[in-house]
Structure formats: structure tokens, C-alpha cells
């Protein structure tokens, strides 16, 4: 890849592989870095780039002009961005934006009776509904192109139809960058098809901790190697500048993120806080930018992480003296989903410290009105400069004009066939190959002879869904099923495929029992989809407690047939008594829709001849044990597998029975479900109270003072699949779901909705409130009486309430103890069968604050 760069990147490179922690330790020293303040960069140490090729004389004229004309409410507009599904395009006319981004679950406008659910025609559609808006000509209004984003993380997920990409983890075992740009050049072709201009990666994150439910999207814990596919997935996604130094149609804007450090933080904590030294944070996390700058990157997001306790959506020194003076970035910074919402003395609606810090453009999803109402007015009152105003448009208008926006014409709109096209599908089944990172092959278990009798089983053996992960058709990219996918391929039907062409034949059966006995298994299972702070874990051991896919293991070799596993994962888990169960064992990471190219390697020929060897080697090690958290010197134990391990066909070694301690005791990470089917789910309890007595369940049931108690009830055909709550109505009585101390700020910011399964047996007598506690007078509690009321008694029916309702009410989610809280001084009956967390805000409501 470095001859691929310029002579200047490569220099800089250079001088970055030179930059050892030793003379960054020196200069801090000599600085006095014990004074210094906590996330206080000190840019002398930062390496230099350019983004030269963004800025030149005839842009910066055309920019000049077009800021001579503008008032200050289009400036203005030209900062917030808006999500799609909270704004209708003749919202512009009042509130002129300057972007619109698709979030993970937002679908696109409904328009008219042309409403095709997520398809390219819905999404083409949308975007010129937008932008016919922009452009318009009428009195005041500078017509300025919207630029419309998504998170076309690998491939154009989000759209149905599209081709879906391995995830970067396991393209960085392909540890092919120029495969990364192919990608790059396809993605950015499918994401112009659909009539958007920018998608929202790489992430150029490093990551440091597997527990890290974001892990999957970068790709090595290696910098080096982060910074190698920087470059290339640059030049995939923007290309390089054509005619008039315009990037050319059928490529759009990229976006680095998450700057700086989201793969750094303590635990693996999602948006949590990056406690390491600058030096460290330069060496291992700044790796990707001077090459993603120097490539000519056009954006940049902003983290929602901290670095030593102070938020980057609102660090100055980083985001300005850093990014934008030393590394020279020119395109423009956009902030994260709401979080400038998180910066201490900000809210969703007004955040004039991340502008002054150098955000360019706020992503205001929802509440892009007040927030540019806002910095309409802190800009008028001096609270934000007009230079910084001049400088943030001026980069997004620079960004604009040389991605081309400005030309009417845009030749790949809707253009038919480039959705989930032969080539791009062929592209991502080489991908899905060369990442493939076989672990363990005893006995030559594979390639599978393609004349065999192979039975295909496990969770993941038939199901694109969970093949592909989180980020595809929606955010968690939970409970696809592969109807949704027109033209992906499960492992099993490429299995088939491949046996099929050499005489063989497949039996399909998820539990393993089969009606004839085969003569090998491939065994296909993984963790279910998540994204960002829903994949996060305490500890790395695979199903604990519930070792259902090694069962399956273990009574396929009980019967005598031999076992490949291919294990699905956005991450190396501890999975050593899986690994024993299995002849042989094959990382697959998260492969996305071509199937194909797990069957390519995995079964040979008739003879048994390989079609294709393994090349993918890990990027990430391997953990030991469930409790190996964290990397490079934070890891005193060698890996189970080493950085770089990864077996080939050529290679005749035997692994050895792995030791099957997992050096933690079993506990799952539960933050979501809290009662299902009518039992609390642990670490989750449920309690009665009344004034200072609280009383938890025994066997079931319970009651205290007459006042509210709980019994067991049938419910969904389930014996005893509910609990009903009643209220006597003879003192104030409470039911509390309690556990320990949970942050819920990720996931109140990222819409989570607590859904309540219930039946009302009786209407409440008397208001009756809905809270979350938080301890003593954290206050946040909301009024469901007329929920209550509207409530058909004897009927079954849910209702989702948005976590961020609790918070907007008063309460701390930073640390509830008690996600469910339900009181009343009434009567009332109800009867709940669950309690649980939705990532998905559709049809969530709000209801009032109860009175304090
Ligand atoms: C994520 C970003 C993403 C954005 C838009 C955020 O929650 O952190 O990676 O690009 O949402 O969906
Ligand atoms: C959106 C995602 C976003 C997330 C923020 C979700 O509701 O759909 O795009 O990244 O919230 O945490």
C-alpha cells in the first residue's frame, strides 16, 4: 500500500512509525504535562498531513461568493443536520438546512402511495424531495444542495437490495487494502444509486477491548494496520479528484470517525472515556487520520467518547489545534448523533461549546429546529463568533462544491442494476474469502469433499441476518430473516451450491438431528446481532451459562461425526470448549450476504481438492480466557492466537485440547431484558414497597401492608408466563424491577424505548406513575393513567415508552438501579408477562411528567 501513496504521505508515515512513546513522554515532560488539563492536547506532537487537494483558488472564489450572499439564518441552516424521519422536505422552506442523514432505523419518506418500504427507488425518491426543496429559486433563498448521509458502513446496508460487505473486522484479516478499496469504489457506486452524497465511515478505530460492542467495525487492534486501509478505503469511497479537481459521480463524501480514541475506551465501554496518556492516544488511535486526511477525506466525526474525562464533541485543542491546524484538514467536522447533547452545560437543542470547539456541523436527528433556533441566536449575541460561523460553512460549502453537488445532473441516481450488481456481489464473496481465518484443522476435517453427505447446522447455518450483523436493513440489524435480503445467499445454500456441483448432497437441520447420517457437519453459530453500546459485554465468554451451540458440538462428535465449525462474530470471544468440540474451526467474522464465499474455501472439489485456500490471518488476538480483556500491554498472558495466526491448507498441525477455564464466573451481560415471560431475568428482581418497607419476591408471589401485591398468573398460553400487580388502593404501594447500578445516558441518547407486555385487569382509581429509580429523589417519574385508560381490560397489548422521556423528566440515567417503577395510591390490577429494552423507537410515545 505505501507505494500506492504519495511521496509526502509516505514520509509522513514515516515519521509516524518513528514516533515511539518514548520522545512523546520526553516533550511532554519538558512541557510540564503535570500541569496540563485533563484532555488537553499538546499539538506539537501530533503528526502533520494536508488535505491540499480539497482546497484550491477557483473552490475558495465560488465558495467566497456564494458566503457574500448568504444570510446569517442559511449559514446557520448549513451547520445542523437534520434525520430524515423527523423532517418533511417543506420543513426547509422555514429551516434551512444544509443536511439530512438516514439514521440506522429511520425509513425513508412515505410519499404517497409510492411508499416501498426501504427500497433504492424510495430512498432516490426521498432525496429529490429534499433536494428539489434546497434548490428552489424564490425570494431570499440561496439555493444551496443538501448533502444527504448514511451509515453505508459496509456496503449500502441499509438499503434492501444492496450488496452487504464482510464487516472491517474481518476485512482486516484479509489484510488486503487494496481489497478495502474495491469495496470502497462499490459501496460508494450502490450508496450514488440511491441518491445519497456521503457515508458515514471508515472508522478508523483501533480497538483495544473485544468487550467493546463496536469492536466489529474496526478494523486490527494493530494501528499500522488501520492505517493502511485508511488510505484505501479513502480512495475506494471519494476516488480520486477528476476534471476541475471535482471528485467524480458514483463516488461519494467519506467520513472518518469516530476522532479520536472510541477504541480506547476503559472496559470497552461504548462512548465511554479514554484514560490514557496523549501519547499513547497519538500511537495507537491516531493512526488512520494523516492517512485518511492525506487521501482527501471530506469529513470527520467527531467521537461521543471522552479523552480523560472531557468529552471530543467539545475539545478544542483536538478537534481545532489538532485535526484541523496540525493535521490540516480542510473538509469539515461533523459531531455524532446528538452528542453534543452530552457536553457538560449542553443540551440536544443548544450546544454553542461544541461549535466554539470546532464541530462544523451538528447532528441534531431530531431536534434541529431548537437547535438552530439556538445558534441562531448565541451567534447573534456573540456567544458563538461569526469567524467561526464563516469558517464552518465555508468547509461545508467547500465540501459541497467539490464533491460536485453543485452540478444538477447526477448520472448515478436510481440508476438501475448497480444495487447488489453481479460484480459487487462477486467483489464481496472474494472478500468474504480472503477473510476467513481458519483456527484449527485436525485431521484435514476440511476442504469438505464436494461428494460428501454434509449436514449443515447451528443458528447461523440458514439466516443472512445474522451472517451480516448489526448495521444492515436497520441499527441493531436484529430479526432479519433472508427474504429480506433478495439477493444474498446463506452459508448453507452456498454449501449446497458447492456440494451440489460435485455429487454430494446437504441436509439442512438448525438443531443437528438429521435423517441421514453424514459423513461431516459444518456446525454454523454466533453471537445475534448488535450495534454500538448493545453488543457491549462485561466478559468474553461465548453463551455463558447457556452453552446450547456446544451441546450441538458435542453430540455430533458423540456420534461419531466429524465437526467445522464456522463461527460468526464480531469479535474474538473465549470459545476454547468450542474450539475442543470441533475438528476444525474457522473465524468468519461477520461475512454480510455472500454466503458464497464461506462454501468457496470450506468444500473442495470431489476429490477433496481445495478450490480456494484460507489467507486471512487474525487481525485481532485471540483471548486465553473469558476474563482477557484489553490488548498490548494491558494483556500480560500470551493470546490463545496470536495477532497474524491463521492456518492454511499447507499446514498439517494438530491443535491441542485448549484449557477449558474460563477464568471468570458465568454471568451474562443483561441490561435489557428485565422480566420475560412473567419471571425477572438475573441479575433482575422484582420488589414490592410501601413508605420505607420493601419486600422482594419469594417463590414468586408477594405482598407487603396490603397495600400491592403479586401472584403468578397464565398468560400467552404459558402456565404462569405473567405476574399480576395489584393495588389495593389503601396506601401509596410500588412495584420496582431493581438491580445494580446501570448507565443508560448511550442508551436514552440512542432512543431506547422500555416496552411493557400487560394485560389491565382492572382500571386504576387513582393517577398512576411510571418511573425509573435512581435512588433517593432522582425524581423522573410519568404519568401513564391515560394509558391505563385507554386500555381495553382483559386484553393483551404493549406499550413502548421512550427512555429518554425518564431523562427529559428529571432522572439521572447515569445510574438507575431500577429500570422499572410502577406506583400508584389507588385501586389497580395489571398483569405483565415482559419487561425489556427496544433499540427500535418506532411507535414509542411520551407520556406526561407526573406532577413532583
Ligand atoms: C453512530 C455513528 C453513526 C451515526 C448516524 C451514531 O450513533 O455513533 O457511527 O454514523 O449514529 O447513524
Ligand atoms: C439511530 C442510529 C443512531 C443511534 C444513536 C438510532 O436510533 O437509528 O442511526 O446511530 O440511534 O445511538
Redesign the pocket.
Known sequence: MLTALSATTSRHIRSLCLLTLVPVLTALGASGAAQAAAGQAHPNLWPRASSRGLVDARTEAFVSRLLAHMSLEEKVGQMVQADVSSIRPEDLRQVPLGSI?A??NSPPLALGSDATGATASAWVATAQAFGRVALESRPGHTPIPLMFGV?AVHGNSHVVGATVFPHNVGLGAARDPQLARRIGEATAQETAATGFDWA?GPTLAVPQDERWGRHYEGYSEDPALVRRYAAAIVRGLQGEAGAGGLIQAGHVAASA??FLGDGGTRAGVDQGDVDISEAQLIGIHAQGYPAAIEAGVMTI?AS?SSWQGAKMTANRSLLTDVLKQKMGFAGFVVS??NSHGQVPGCSNQSCPAAINAGIDML?APNDWKALYANTLAQVKAGEIPLSRVDDAVRRILRVKAKLGLFDPARPWEGRPGVLGSPEHRALAREAVRKSLVLLKNNGGVLPLRASMRVLVAGPGADDIGLQSGGWTLSWQGAEHHNGDFPQGQSIYAAIREAVAAGGGSTELSVDGRYAVRPDVAVVVFGEQPYA?GWGDLKMLEYQAGDKRDLELLRRLKAQGVPVATVFLSGRPLWVNPEINASDAFVAAWLPGTEGGGVADVLVGDASGVARHDFVGKLAFSWPRTAAQTGRGAARSDPPQFALGYGLTYRDHRATLALSETSGVTATQTNFANYLIQGRAQPPWSLLLRHGERTVPLAGGAGEVDSVVSIRAVDADGVQEGGRQLSWSGQGRGEVAIAGPPLDMRMLSN?EAALVLDYRLDEKPSAATHLAIGCGPSCGGALDLTSTLNQATPGEWRSVKVKLSCFRDAGADVSKVTEPFVLNTAGRLRLSLTTVQLSSDPAGAICPPRSPR
Do not use: S
Open positions: 442523514l439514521g440506522g451509515d458515514f470517525k469516530h466525526m461521543f455524532d448523533w447532528m454500538e440512542g
